[in-house]
Structure formats: C-alpha cells, structure tokens
C-alpha cells in the first residue's frame, strides 16, 4: 500500500472507532510494522490532524473533524459507480474486494446528498462469464508484473498436454469471457499469452527479470497492436 493510501486509512480507521485503537491493531490492519504506525500518525499531526492518544495506550481523531469533501461531477460519480461494478466481473477477488473498498471509502467522504450516487447508483452490469482460475492466485500475478518477478507455472493447453514453464509476467488481459496473462515465456524465448484457468500450478519466484529499460513491455504493447492491426485477437 502506498503511504498516501495508507495515510487515509488510518483517518478512516480513527474516525469509525468507537474507542481509542492502538498503533498494533491499526498496525495489523493495515499489515505494516508498529513502526511505521507511529510514523505515519507522527505525520498526520504534524498536517494538524488533530489526532490525540500516546503509545501503547491507542489514538482516538477528536470529535468533528472530517475529510474535506471531494467535489465530482455526476458524470465523474456515474463513472465510479460503474467502473467499481465492472471490476466486479474480471473473476479476481483481490481486485473485487478492492473495488468495494473504493466505493466505501468514496461514499463516506462524499457529502450526503451525492453518496447516494455511488452507493445505491441506479446501474446494472452483467456477470462475465470468464472462467475461475485455480492453480493461480491472480493478486500474486499482479504483484508479480509490479515487482519483475518470474513465475513458474505448470500449463495445460486446450488439448490437455501440460507443460513447466518459467514466465516473465508482462500483463493481464481482462476480457468477458476469458483472462489471460501475458509474459515472455523463457521454454519459447518468444512472448506468450496464457489462460488462467488453464494455468495448473504457480509459484511466485523471488528471482526478477530484466525489464531492458521497458523495451520488454514495448514489444509486447508492439505485438498487441499488430494483432488488433490484423484483426486477431489477442492470446
């Protein structure tokens, strides 16, 4: 989680508690150390956050002090809603339980008469019918693509023959009915795109890969576009 975020957090925590909450439990819901809690409180009051408490004996944010509230047009709260609802389709949970919190945390800030807006928005959006992954926990793709880390997967293709490959996770590719992953495949030496739900066993790898000053991204976005260029599509 990126400080900002984590610094919202932490108001956001404070505000809800019905009692003061020490630094370990806001430390354990936040899952950084203890140390890092007293910092970022450290921080906050010193943005004139009028948060009060010590260690060891917890924080409590003095009564009537709130978020200013953030100004979207109804376009821009339409957009939310229905973007948020979206997500909800991909079949990644982390991703879906993300996109919840976005809305929750976006309806508490918003001033009363636009929560409404986000909260009980009057939109509907269809289930995708990609498959569930199983052999592959796709916050770990994620994190993998974030931090150039390689995987190693065990991948049966539409025939059922399986092969072991190492990947180095480029990107994810969210379509309705199916999700892939894009990587440079090391067993091919060539950029591949792999099912998800064909995907039978992962293991996230601590070894990184070279990114080649992004030109590795570059040739995978060069493909994509070739492939739209011929109509194909992509995977």
Known sequence: MRRAGRLFDIIQA??????????ATLAEQLEVAVRT?????ATLQARRIP?????????VLRRGFDLP????????????AVGARLVRRLRDPGLQDAADAVLAKITTILPDR???????????????SAAV????????VRRAIRETR?????YADAEGRRSHRTVWPIAMLYYVDVTLL??????RRDYRHFRVERILTSTLLEEVFPTAGGKLLEGWFALQRSRVADGKLSG
């Open 150 to 154: 390689k995987i190693r997967i065990t």
């Open 37 to 41: 809690v007293y910092r970022d409180i």
């Open 51 to 59: 948060i009060e408490g010590a260690a060891g004996i917890g924080y």
């Open 114 to 128: 636009l929560r409404s807006g986000v909260a009980a928005a009057p939109f509907f959006v269809s289930d995708g």
């Open 182 to 187: 894009g990587a440079w495949c090391e067993l």
């Open 133 to 140: 992954p199983e052999g592959i926990d796709l916050s770990d």
């Open 14 to 23: 404070l505000r809800i508690a019905p009692r003061p909450i020490t630094a």
């Open 69 to 80: 509230p953030l100004m979207f047009t109804a376009d821009e709260i339409d957009a939310i």
